[in-house]
Every structure is written in structure tokens, then in C-alpha cells.
């Protein structure tokens, strides 16, 4: 009886910490989650959580296989629904907007264990993989001429976007009614022969510019370590280094770590946003029809047709022009710390606010 005890405990055990380690995703991110709190938070000892996961990423990657894959892979599947009859079409929005709205899906924690994978090797070898399976499996090729593949890149980049977008609070249920508009409209028009899927994306490089010459240079800096690494990894060394200057003067330009990531934020976020509507990303308009949408002043739906592009099923395939990683990196790893980081989420809102003008004209103009 002994060795059914055991295992018997060992599962009890195994659902402890992964529900404990789930909880702890979604309020502290990938990066900051470790062993000790995993074990406080499922009442039992580090030993018993290293008896079976042998360091945090490997806990990183449980949760991925037993608590996200499932639910990820299903929430695909029901998003290419939308291209089948009407009513499959229906209950597909149906399911889509359900969980896009959920607050206590593990599809968003889910979205910060994809940006992290790119940088986490241990995720990186199980996710990459299973997801390029996934859309084996759905249809989806690197063939840039076959066309009902595209569709599907379309549908399925769009839907992530738009979960992307609920995983750091930019989309929230008042919104969805604006957004279910727009769905629509792409959604009827997923693929089209002058949308240049094939075209590679190149954001333009990031550059802050400041008065000052050392907050130039930290600011930077700053940009480029996250870009590396990520916003929990730039340490206040390694920031230093690559802004060539001494520590004594970042801490004279900004007292503490977090002055100087709100400032970084503030600014580095408003540059992002401003690649995001250069003309090189986003050229080609939408077909007026008269089903379009006539106005829209939110301007997260910008974001949400960049992202079709930018962050989509595209990137796993290899699609999107290597010169433009870093920054995407950068805006990955904002979107990232924007899921458990207030200030950094504030800095999304503020720049959100100084782009509705220019947001409201763009989609005029494509929807009028």
C-alpha cells in the first residue's frame, strides 16, 4: 500500500503547487515567481516542491503542460470557427468574447509564459514546438501562396491580439462592444491579395532623445536591457554599462530604480506607440464596405491591427523581418510587465490617452 500512498500524495501534491504556482503567475509574472513562494502559497515545504519541479522554470513549464497548452490549443481551434457557417460562426464569437473577458483564464497568464518563452529556454523548447504543431495541425503552412492559410493567420492573429490586449488590461467588457464591431469587418474580410503578408515588418529603431545627455544615455540604456532580458531582469548595473556611464550617475539622474523605470516607461512606451502608427507598419486600409464600421475612438483597435501582424502566428513561423526584433522585444517585454505592474500599466494608459486623437483619425479614414 505504501508505494499507492506515495503516489497518491505525490499527484495531491503535483495539483497543490501548480494551482498555488497558477494563482502566483497571474499576480506576480513569470519572472518573479519562485520555489519559495510556490511552496508557502500550497502549504508544503520547498523539499516537497523540489521533489518535483528541480528550479522555477521547470515549474514555468508544468503550468504550461497542465494547467495553459489545453485551453490555449482550444481557444485556437474555436477562433477558426468564425470562418465556417453562420451559426458556427456565432458560437465561436460567442466563446471568444467569453473568454476574452474572463478574468480567471489561464490564457492570460498564459500570454506571459509566450512572451517569455522567447527568452526562457526551457519554455522555449516545449512551447515552440507544440504551438508550430498546433497550426500544422489547423492548416496552417509556410507556404505564403496558400491563400485559406492566410486566412487562418488572419483569424487566429487577430484573436490573440485581442486576448494579448485583455492580458494587460487594455481590453476590458465596456470595450467589447467597440471591438465586437471591428471583429466583424475582419472577420468578413480575413485575407486579402494587396494585405502583403508576405512583406516583411520592420519597426523603425527606437531612439529616446532628452535634453539631458546622461538621462539620453540611461533612458537608452534602459531600452535596450529590457529588450534583452526583460524589465525584472535590467539590473541597475547592467544598465549603467550599457549607457557607458557610472552607477554614481544614475543614481544622480534618478534617486531610485523605480523613478527611473517610470520615466524609462513614460517615454519608451510613447516611442513605441508612435512606431506603431508609422506608415511603414500600418499602410494598407481597410476595404470601405457598406457593413464597415463608420467611426471607432479607441485607440487600442491601432494596436489590435498591428498586432495582427506583428504578434500572430506569423512570428512562430519566422515570417517577420529580423531587424526589427529588439523592437518587438521591447514591446513585448512592456506588455509583459504591464500584466502585474501598476505603474508600468498607468504608463500604457497614458500614452492609450495621447494617442485617441490620432487613433480616431486613422480609423476614420479607413472606415468612412
Known amino acids: 500500500m505504501k508505494p499507492i ?9 503535483d495539483e497543490l503547487i501548480l494551482d498555488a504556482a497558477l494563482e502566483l503567475l497571474r499576480q506576480k509574472g513569470p519572472d518573479r515567481l519562485s520555489t519559495l513562494d510556490v511552496s508557502r502559497a500550497a502549504g508544503l515545504t520547498t523539499g516537497a516542491v523540489y521533489a518535483r519541479y528541480e528550479n522555477n522554470e521547470e515549474i514555468l513549464v508544468g503550468l504550461w503542460e497542465q494547467r495553459i497548452a489545453e485551453p490555449m490549443r482550444a481557444f485556437l481551434q474555436t477562433s477558426l470557427g468564425v470562418l465556417g457557417s453562420t451559426e458556427q460562426r456565432r458560437e465561436s464569437e460567442a466563446s471568444i468574447a467569453q473568454t476574452l473577458l474572463d478574468p480567471a483564464s489561464p490564457l492570460r497568464p498564459g500570454i506571459g509564459l509566450l512572451i517569455a518563452s522567447t527568452r526562457i529556454a526551457e519554455l522555449a523548447e516545449i512551447i515552440t514546438p507544440q504551438i508550430q504543431e498546433w497550426f500544422h495541425e489547423l492548416g496552417i503552412t509556410d507556404d505564403l501562396t496558400d ?13 490573440l491580439g485581442c486576448l494579448h490586449a485583455s492580458s494587460i488590461g487594455m481590453l476590458q467588457p465596456a470595450d467589447w462592444k467597440v471591438v465586437e464591431s471591428m471583429a466583424h469587418h475582419i472577420l468578413d474580410h480575413p485575407f486579402r491579395d494587396d494585405d502583403h503578408f508576405h512583406e516583411p515588418i520592420v519597426p523603425p529603431p527606437i531612439r529616446i532623445a532628452d535634453d539631458n545627455a546622461n538621462r539620453e544615455a540611461l533612458l537608452n540604456g534602459t531600452a535596450q536591457i529590457i529588450a534583452r532580458g526583460g524589465i525584472e531582469r535590467a539590473s541597475l548595473q547592467r544598465i549603467s554599462r550599457a549607457a557607458g556611464l557610472n552607477p554614481s550617475t544614475l543614481f544622480y539622474e534618478y534617486r531610485t530604480r523605480d523613478l527611473l523605470f517610470a520615466d524609462a516607461a513614460a517615454k519608451i512606451l510613447h516611442c513605441l506607440y508612435e512606431a506603431r502608427r508609422t506608415p511603414n507598419i500600418n499602410s494598407t486600409p481597410l ?33 517577420l523581418a529580423p531587424q526589427g526584433r529588439a523592437a518587438r522585444r521591447l514591446m513585448l517585454e512592456f506588455d509583459l510587465a504591464a500584466m502585474t505592474n501598476m505603474a508600468i500599466r498607468s504608463a500604457y494608459t497614458l500614452v492609450d490617452e495621447q494617442g485617441t486623437a490620432h487613433a480616431a483619425e486613422s480609423l476614420l479614414a479607413d472606415f468612412s
Open 287 to 319: 476595404i470601405a464596405s457598406s457593413d464597415a464600421p463608420k467611426y471607432f475612438a479607441d485607440p487600442r483597435l491601432i494596436a489590435f491591427r498591428t498586432q495582427s501582424k506583428m504578434y500572430g502566428p506569423a512570428a512562430t513561423n519566422g515570417w
Open 147 to 159: 491563400v485559406a492559410a492566410l486566412q487562418k493567420v488572419s483569424v487566429l492573429s487577430f484573436t
Open 5 to 13: 500512498r506515495r503516489r497518491s500524495d505525490a499527484l495531491r501534491n
